[in-house]
């Protein structure tokens, strides 16, 4: 278990530049979630993953940004046209899905994003 | 709906005195509930989880909470309080069988010596 890594740890970037962020998560985990934290608040649900299959995304989550998951592995999340308010931690978290009640969920370090 | 809050931004504890971080849950499901803790420049890592089976729940490094369905609460507590234990804890609510995770604020623990 090397757990799940993200890939920057830190990106500063311009106004309206794009930017994607890499998570690979735990390898025989199905399920892969993105979140959104901001300074003083709690994480906020972004999206989710199903193998390769996008099967929720928030409305928190504009035509600006997109998620892949190919062939249920490792997943990226793109932001077009960068702004100041997507500045934030951006968080990756996988799990394997169970029988049951809800599976324990595995977070990565998370990405800085520091739109200037 | 689901929804969390943690009634404290900031706790102080001295080491060795009892923790208790509150929270209380709205959900039109029946919940499973979760407790996470958040270190400085590391992930966020699962305390202890309630899931419908024993209403006392026990977790790691001493941590447990109690789910009191007539409170709608699931507050968190640890009898004696370690330095190691300052950090960041979540309040987490989900619907249960569900995927779709609502994080409280967070509450900000400190330990004095």
């Known amino acids: 278990d090397t757990g799940v890594s993200q890939d920057p740890r830190h990106k500063i970037t311009k106004r309206g530049q794009n930017v994607t962020f890499r998570c690979d998560p735990i390898s025989e985990h199905n399920r892969l979630y993105w979140y959104r934290q901001t300074l003083g608040q709690g994480p906020e649900f972004l999206t989710y993953f199903q193998n390769e299959a996008q099967l929720e995304k928030s409305r928190l989550l504009s035509d600006r940004f997109s998620a892949e998951r190919p062939k249920g592995s490792f997943s990226t999340l793109e932001i077009q046209r960068t702004e100041q308010g997507d500045s934030a931690m951006y968080l990756c978290a996988s799990s394997l899905t169970v029988q049951g009640p809800n599976e324990k969920l595995f977070f990565g370090s998370g990405t800085q994003l520091s739109v200037l | 709906a689901q929804s969390v809050t943690q009634l404290d931004s900031h706790v102080s504890v001295s080491e060795g005195t009892p923790v208790l971080l509150r929270c209380n849950y709205s959900?039109?499901?029946?919940?499973?509930l979760f407790w996470y803790v958040q270190h400085p420049n590391k992930g966020l890592q699962l305390l202890l989880k309630?899931?419908?089976?024993?209403?006392l729940v026990k977790g790691i490094n001493g941590f447990e909470a109690e789910f009191k369905k007539s409170e709608t609460s699931f507050h968190l507590t640890k009898p004696s309080a370690h330095m190691s234990d300052a950090a960041e804890y979540f309040c987490v609510v989900s619907r249960r069988g569900g995927f779709k995770t609502i994080f409280g604020a967070g509450t900000r623990l400190f330990v004095k010596a």
């Open positions: 309630y899931t419908s089976a024993a209403t």
């Open positions: 959900s039109s499901y029946s919940p499973s």
